[in-house]
């Protein structure tokens, strides 16, 4: 008789429990100021004890258009994630390569990377300068678990996208709009990235949080002064709490792994968004500090 493991992968996982971070229910603005270093949300946000499990020694079951995520061994040429004229040399054009080959997709275009890191920022914070723009840069861990745009977002993104790079071509019948990342120190990593099983993520209610990208931040009664022009800006999706929330990470990943997950998918036929949130992992004792690259990119199949 076939074991429990082979009629279901999953089952008899390792099991991980963690704090995740979630923001409220309830009636409130919801925005995350961005500047060098350092990021801050408004509204309320709670944590609550989840299960998180481990998926590495089943990584070949996962699926893109199932879970949302999939894991793939994708050795990249680039020496030295630190040396930022190098990875804007090689970085973005290896990822529209894996997107493409992981995905099926016609055409990809990479969207600019970032480095995250679970070490002190305060230095960095130390020297900031005038015009921070969001990519390129240092910045903590994520912090809560969240969806990078939101479906009007999304939409936007896609279309001129398109425009942009591909002005005389047919025009899309889908578009995929995710993250590639990997961690680049040596692992156990303290604080790892989870990921929620994308068909798992429709209980809780949902929120979107709007990106305001700035030099000094807000204070007081400014934090959520009305804007007019805040249903333009890019707008991440943010979860409540619900039970039925099935989270899984990836432990002892090198450099040479790599998670591709989904923010949105067109295609709603299939599992089409990853929530996803960093993590601190208590079951690995003397981890590492954690630093990331991730590349956000948008594919299409025309």
């Given at each position: 008789?076939?074991?429990?493991?082979?009629?279901?992968?999953?089952?008899?996982?390792?099991?991980?429990?963690?704090?995740?971070?979630?923001?409220?229910?309830?009636?409130?603005?919801?925005?995350?100021?961005?500047s060098q270093g350092e990021e801050i949300n408004t509204g309320t946000y709670s944590d609550h004890e989840v299960t998180i499990r481990d998926g590495m020694p089943v990584r070949y079951h996962f699926s893109l258009d199932t879970h949302g995520f999939v894991i793939a061994r994708s050795r990249s040429a680039v020496a030295d994630f630190h040396d930022k004229a190098q990875v804007d040399a090689l970085y973005e054009r290896e990822v529209e390569r894996e997107v493409l080959r992981l995905t099926g997709a016609d055409k990809c275009v990479a969207r600019g990377w970032m480095i995250r890191t679970s070490a002190d920022l305060s230095a960095v914070k130390a020297q900031k300068v005038a015009g921070y723009q969001h990519s390129g840069g240092t910045q903590p861990p994520a912090g809560e678990a969240h969806v990078d745009i939101n479906t009007p977002t999304a939409r936007r993104m896609a279309e001129a996208t398109y425009a942009k790079h591909f002005p005389h071509g047919p025009g899309f019948k889908r578009f995929l709009i995710s993250s590639f990342w990997r961690t680049f120190s040596p692992p156990p990593q303290d604080v790892p990235l989870a990921m929620m099983?994308?068909?798992?993520?429709?209980?809780?209610?949902?929120?979107?949080?709007?990106?305001?990208?700035?030099?000094?931040?807000?204070?007081?009664?400014?934090?959520?002064?009305?804007?007019?022009?805040?249903?333009?800006?890019?707008?991440?999706?943010?979860?409540?709490?619900?039970?039925?929330?099935?989270w899984w990470y990836f432990s002892g990943m090198t450099a040479d792994d790599a998670?591709?997950?989904?923010?949105?998918?067109?295609?709603?036929?299939?599992?089409?968004?990853?929530?996803?949130?960093?993590f601190r992992d208590s079951s690995a004792p003397g981890a590492n500090i954690r630093e990331s690259i991730e590349c956000r990119s948008v594919a299409f199949w025309e």
């Open positions: 008789m076939a074991s429990v493991l082979e009629n279901d992968p999953e089952a008899g996982a390792r099991e991980v429990r963690a704090m995740m971070r979630y923001v409220d229910p309830g009636d409130f603005i919801t925005r995350r100021y961005v099983d994308g068909r798992s993520s429709f209980g809780g209610e949902e929120k979107s949080n709007t990106l305001y990208i700035v030099d000094e931040f807000p204070v007081g009664d400014a934090l959520p002064a009305p804007d007019p022009g805040e249903g333009e800006r890019l707008a991440a999706t943010i979860f409540s709490h619900h039970p039925g929330h099935r998670l591709l997950f989904k923010f949105h998918d067109s295609d709603h036929s299939v599992t089409w968004r990853c929530p996803h949130s960093a």
